[in-house]
Nanobody, 126 residues
């Protein structure tokens, strides 16, 4: 059974940092595409970043603007999202996603992912 468990969210002031973690079980992140999405209140879900098995990563530059970094630790079987210089508009629930079927790619669309975590809330105060 595949499980993705996000952690690391919380309340932070604007300009602060958070590191989100997505611990995977039931699959190897080294043979998966791992992605992060966010859903802000009253908005559609939005792609944030993804990383494939070789470490190649892509970002939604419109929202990331060089402030976020995705990485992975194959030994810990965990993917991270380092978030710096946070802004109130970053407030959202952040979801981790995984796809084992085409792990050579870096997916940016929801339907390309097989598995999803429950999400972790990030709230940035002004």
């Amino acid at each position: 059974q595949v499980q993705l468990v996000e952690s690391g969210g919380g309340l932070v002031q604007a300009g602060g940092s958070l590191r989100l973690a997505c611990a995977a079980s039931g699959l190897s992140i080294g043979r998966s595409v791992m992605g992060w999405f966010l859903q802000a209140p009253r908005k559609e879900s939005e792609f944030v970043a993804a990383i494939n098995w070789s470490g190649r990563s892509i970002y939604n530059e419109d929202s990331v603007q060089g402030r976020l970094t995705i990485s992975r630790d194959n030994v810990q079987n965990t993917v991270y999202l380092q978030m710096n210089n946070l802004k109130p508009e970053d407030t959202a629930v952040y979801f981790c996603a995984a796809d084992r079927r085409d792990f050579g790619q870096t997916h940016s669309r929801e339907h390309e992912y097989e598995y999803w975590g429950q999400g972790t809330q990030v709230t940035v105060s002004s």
